[in-house]
Nanobody, 130 residues
Framework: QAQLVESGGGLVQTGDSLRLSCAGS????????????MGWFRQAPGKEREFVAA????????TYADSVKGRFTISKDYNKVMGYLQMNSLQPEDTAVYYC???????????????????WGQGTQVTVAS
């Protein structure tokens, strides 16, 4: 059962931008939001799920897959209790289902680039037309 919910996916053209959002769902409250490191992953048809971006609990540390570095930005809004993935200069190879994930952590600088998250969303489709 999904504990997070993503939104903001859709069909765009090459070079366009999208912003994905992530929030708790079904009674899952990410509170306090500053306790959670977050990440984004994606899975293209016929491929394994891959890491895209991660952010530490206070947002002081971020890391990205080489394929999206310089184009994507991960962030957290502590007032809205939302996680975001801003995606610019989208390319057809970015087409995938995008998943957000969250993990409560005590470390202030920990970023998680593997699947070791407790909370996951159900995914949102991003399709980039050439």
């Amino acid at each position: 059962q999904a504990q997070l919910v993503e939104s903001g996916g859709g069909l765009v053209q090459t070079g366009d931008s999208l912003r994905l959002s992530c929030a708790g769902s079904g009674g899952t409250y990410l509170s306090p939001f500053s306790d959670y490191a977050m990440g984004w992953f994606r899975q293209a048809p016929g491929k394994e799920r891959e890491f895209v971006a991660a952010i530490s609990r206070y947002g002081s540390v971020t890391t990205y897959a080489d394929s999206v570095k310089g184009r994507f930005t991960i962030s957290k809004d502590y007032n809205k209790v939302m996680g975001y993935l801003q995606m610019n200069s989208l390319q057809p190879e970015d087409t995938a289902v995008y998943y957000c994930a969250a993990e409560r952590t005590e470390s202030t600088r920990r970023v998680i680039t593997t699947n070791n998250y407790d909370l996951w969303g159900q995914g949102t489709q991003v399709t980039v037309a050439s």
